[in-house]
Nanobody, 123 residues
Framework: QVQLIESGGGLVQAGGSLSLSCAAS????????MAWFRQAPGMEREFVAA????????YYTDSVKGRFTISRDNAKNMVYLQMNSLKPEDTAVYYC????????????????WGRGTQVTVSS
């Protein structure tokens, strides 16, 4: 198993940037696909971004393409989500997720979850 802890959330003005971090425990980090999801109050958990075992294999939900970048540093057991040009509709709790499988864009494809970090974008 892997334990995930997110950090880096906070309050930012629309148009600003935040960088989220996900620290993963365990020796097998490189064997996991990693993802970011988000969930706003009253909404279902929404896929944001994912990658495989290295940078350059990322995919994103359409609403964040060109604004968000997922990356990972396997040597540090870290996954990041750089968020630029933030909009109020990006406000949500952001969750880091991991799977030993192939992943996907629905939460049920992911096996391990962090506790989340709050991102609030003010207008």
């Amino acid at each position: 198993q892997v334990q995930l802890i997110e950090s880096g959330g906070g309050l930012v003005q629309a148009g600003g940037s935040l960088s989220l971090s996900c620290a993963a425990s365990g020796r097998t980090f490189r064997g996991y696909r990693m993802a970011w999801f988000r969930q706003a109050p009253g909404m279902e958990r929404e896929f944001v971004a994912a990658n495989r075992y290295s940078n350059g294999s990322a995919y994103y939900t359409d609403s964040v393409k060109g604004r968000f970048t997922i990356s990972r540093d396997n040597a540090k057991n870290m996954v990041y989500l750089q968020m630029n040009s933030l909009k109020p509709e990006d406000t949500a709790v952001y969750y880091c997720a991991a799977t030993r499988g192939f992943g996907g864009t629905t939460p049920d494809r992911w096996d391990y979850w962090g506790r989340g970090t709050q991102v609030t974008v003010s207008s």
